[in-house]
């Protein structure tokens, strides 16, 4: 095998480890979708044993394969030989960005990133719009307090797309009567996506990103969004070496609730469901936290979809799918939605901004006849609304 | 792939359903084996018709078809040695009815074994012969390979269960064998000839299969034992006391020290480690069982056995034995995972003559098997950038073939020939019988279009 092409050793000893026993296919979402065996992770694998062999060049064409991955680590939860092939689909794809074999269409994704700060390419001053009103003013004269110990940091999704999640996100912590403060239209994307595509340009968006949370002399940083969190969790410097901790809104709510700083007043008495997004649940084990959220709300009748926790099903909205191919992202959140409906649910929670999208998209994909009532909200929708 | 021959191809199964790009083309030329050869295309039919059509048109052009499951053998059966195309079945995934009051379903051969088995729990009714590859194995494969499992001993195998097949024949033709009825001596048993012909034959596109009551409860135990003498007196002596044990396995010490090295998991330091489960329907019936076989444990030296009654201790117990496959694979790069099988009292002079070939070619063999039906599977381990070890692997292989076939058993209990065992069909098979399978061959594929190169068929 050529050594020339980038791999480490590490990520050799991955490939070479790939038994190509093939029970990734039962767990793999991008195969379930497609039943098409190129796009599990024993295709992937394969594929890349061709090309390091020098049997088959890198190209556009068989970049696709690499950029159909959800990164949802099912397959190294049922991997029998222990492959971790998410670094292998990582490290496929920045040879892929590199030589310019990326998807075309994620470069435009790339440039929004770059040059404007977000996923969409609006404006920055457009972030605190979402704000509620008060603070939103405040936000606009740039009067938001310029140190906190607690920075809460909102991510794009909720920033521009989603309506509900910041609102109910900072009435929870005005609840709580956290201090804190917010990057206000300062704030830019995590990276993620340049990661995910394979962008080395990651690494420079990160330290930015790290001089603004240090300037605030924050100790704590909190995010909605799953993705954000296992960015700064796991792909940037360390954090916690710098004095700040990084915690996903759910840690940091389970933790309010059980210092009494939040309590539960109202009712919801509704049977609620929770999805575990990939970025928290399997990559970062982030699993009761949710779960023990949901159960201190009164009238809560909490039930749990028959994959859950480390075998959660992926929504397909990860690894950057919605961007790559939005059609196939969303025929796997109808999956999901479908499991939400076998046990009845009224409301399927998730705290993930892009699952929750992916999901209200993957449920109306449903044909109406098979169609069920139900809601698909953000964890902190449903806290907020039993304060 | 010839350009028209690609468009009729398309023209049959639509342009969504057929391939020849290279991604799929690679994701196609192996499957849990060492074999590795691209097909030039490949397609998913929806249907038995678009099956017909294909075959029929391979027929004519006399291009290699190669039927697929999920691809996880270990013989290369699903390998497309002669190049052609790769009909790949698992877009084929309907249930289409359980009738617990005949007792069978009906499946299309995509159907994943692990949903069969979700789709029937509901109605306290299983499918028993369970392959390590369950979760991902498509029960056409099932078929095509004859699989077997952990309950051999009591359960028996796919062909016991399969009362029925609709088979598409290389000129088009569909065939029905059997019937919904669970006896039927009608004619020529067809079923028994399609299962475990690995698509040498036909192509399967419904299969009718017996179901059974899935037993309500069950309880393991195991023992440690000083030598492989002793296990192997104690396996025979459960096999003659009347007891059926629903999973009798066995682990050597290759593969405790590799458990405990892997997976931390602190098994006794000994020869062997033997596993027996129970199973029926009411715990004193279990209890019986149990009791009887850690009597014969106790007999034969036994040491540091361990009862799991609870479902929590039964996956605690079960958890060394169902995840050696991948944890052998942790050893080094590459393994054959072998099935000899040969009659149940020869097991202890089979384990012993497995020992010694591994010390006369100093290679790795990490063994465990299915002992209460004499299904062992020796793992040869090795590391395939080393040209030498490599050869020493293959060695080991050959001479493990001929000591199965000395000690009257056979190439493969449940993996099937495919490609791995192919060279080794005329150690088992006299020239009679050689010779009627090439007939047969003949017979339904003469143009010899479905899967070649496989099962030494060819003379």
């Known amino acids: 095998m050529k050594t020339g092409n980038s791999f480490s050793e590490d990520n050799m000893e991955r490939i070479l480890k790939c038994s190509e026993c093939g029970f990734c296919q039962a767990v793999c979402p991008v195969f379930s979708a497609t039943l098409r065996p190129a796009y599990n992770t024993r295709g992937k694998i394969m594929l890349l044993k061709e090309v390091l062999d020098g049997n088959i060049e890198w190209s556009e064409k068989i970049g696709e394969t690499f950029y159909a991955c959800t990164g949802c680590q099912a397959c190294i939860n049922g991997c029998p030989s222990n492959v971790r092939a998410n670094e292998l689909v990582q490290a496929a794809r920045k040879i892929l960005f590199r030589d310019g074999f990326a998807p075309r269409h994620l470069l435009g994704v790339r440039d929004s990133v770059c040059y404007r700060g977000n996923v969409f390419g609006s404006e920055g001053k457009e972030r605190v719009e979402i704000y509620p009103p008060a603070l939103r003013e405040k936000a606009r004269k740039g009067l938001l307090k310029e140190r906190a110990e607690t920075l809460l940091f909102m991510g794009c999704l909720p920033s521009y797309m989603d309506m509900k999640i910041v609102p109910a996100f900072l009435k929870v912590m005005d609840a709580a009567k956290v201090m804190y403060t917010t990057l206000s239209t300062e704030e830019t994307c995590c990276g993620f996506p340049l990661y995910l595509m394979g962008s080395e340009e990651f690494n420079s968006h990160a330290e930015k990103l790290v001089e603004r949370f240090q300037k605030t002399g924050c100790r704590e940083l909190v995010t909605p969004c799953a993705g954000c969190y296992k960015t700064f969790k796991t792909l940037y410097p360390d954090l916690e070496d710098m004095g700040i901790r990084v915690l996903h809104s759910v840690q940091y709510m389970d933790e309010l609730i059980r210092e009494g700083r939040i309590r539960f007043t109202g009712e919801v008495p509704k049977r609620i469901t929770y999805h575990d997004p990939c970025d928290l649940g399997r990559a970062c084990k982030i699993l009761e936290e949710p779960r023990n959220i949901l159960r201190s709300i009164p009238g809560v009748d909490y039930v749990e979809m028959a994959k859950n926790r480390l075998e959660a099903r992926c929504c397909g909205g990860g690894g950057g799918m919605q961007a790559y191919n939005p059609d196939l992202a969303i025929k796997m959140a109808a999956e999901r939605v479908r499991d939400a409906f076998a046990v009845d649910a009224e409301i399927l929670v998730s705290t993930c901004p892009a699952c929750k999208d992916n999901l209200r998209k993957g449920m109306k994909k449903i044909p109406k006849a098979e169609r069920r009532k139900l809601k698909i909200m953000d964890m902190g929708e449903v806290a907020s609304s039993a304060l | ?459």
């Open chain 2, 1 to 459: 792939m010839k350009k028209d021959i690609s468009q009729a191809l398309i023209d049959i199964v639509g342009e969504e359903n057929y391939t020849d790009e290279v991604i799929d083309l690679v994701s196609y030329s192996s499957d849990a084996s060492e074999h590795r050869h691209r097909p030039e295309g490949a397609v998913w039919p929806m249907d038995t018709d678009q099956v017909s059509k294909v075959l029929k048109l391979a027929n004519a052009h006399g291009f290699p078809v190669t039927p697929r499951g999920a691809g996880t053998g270990y013989a290369g059966s699903a390998v497309p040695e002669k190049g052609g195309i790769v009909m790949d079945l698992c877009r084929m995934n309907k249930i289409i009815e359980i009738r617990i009051d005949d007792r069978l379903v009906k499946v299309q051969p995509g159907v994943v074994y692990a949903d069969l088995a979700k789709a029937l729990s509901p109605h306290g009714f299983f499918f028993p012969p369970d392959p390590a590859s369950g979760k991902a194995a498509t029960l056409g494969g099932n078929v095509a390979t004859n699989a077997g499992g952990l309950k051999g001993a009591k359960y028996g195998t796919t062909r016991d269960y399969v009362l029925g097949l609709e088979v598409v024949l290389p000129d088009g033709d569909i065939l029905r064998t059997g019937s919904d009825c669970m006896k039927c001596v009608s004619g020529y048993d067809l079923t028994r000839l399609f299962v475990g012909s690995e698509g040498t034959l036909g192509v399967v596109t419904e299969i009718t299969l017996k179901i059974n009551p899935k037993p309500e409860k069950a309880a393991a135990c195991r023992a440690a034992f000083d030598t492989i003498e002793d296990a192997g007196k104690a396996i025979s002596e459960i096999m003659r006391s009347g007891i059926v044990p629903s999973a009798l396995e066995i682990l050597d010490d290759r593969c405790i020290a590799a458990l405990n090295r892997d997976a931390g998991l602190g098994l006794p330091d000994v020869a062997a480690m033997v596993f027996a489960e129970a199973d029926g329907h009411t715990a004193s019936e279990i209890a019986y069982q149990l009791d009887r076989v850690i009597r014969v444990f106790k007999r034969n030296r036994a040491t540091a056995i361990e009862r799991a009654e609870s479902a929590a201790d039964l996956e605690k117990l079960w958890t060394a034995r169902k995840s050696i496959g991948g944890i052998l694979f942790r050893i080094s790069y590459n393994m054959f995972a072998e099935d000899v099988t040969v009659p149940i009292s020869r097991v202890p002079e089979m384990l012993k003559g497995i020992r010694e070939i591994s010390k006369r070619h100093d290679i790795l063999i990490a063994t465990l098997g299915h002992l209460g039906d004499g299904n062992l599977h020796p793992n040869i381990i090795f590391d395939g950038r080393d040209p030498e070890q490599s050869a020493r692997a293959e060695k080991a292989v050959d001479d493990l073939f001929r000591l199965a076939i000395e000690k009257n058993g056979t190439l493969t209990g449940e993996h099937g020939i495919g490609l791995a065992k192919a060279p080794f069909m005329k150690l088992e098979h006299d020239v009679v019988a050689m010779g009627v399978m090439s007939k047969i061959k003949k017979l339904f594929d003469p143009n010899n279009i479905l899967n070649p190169g496989k099962m030494a068929l060819e003379v």
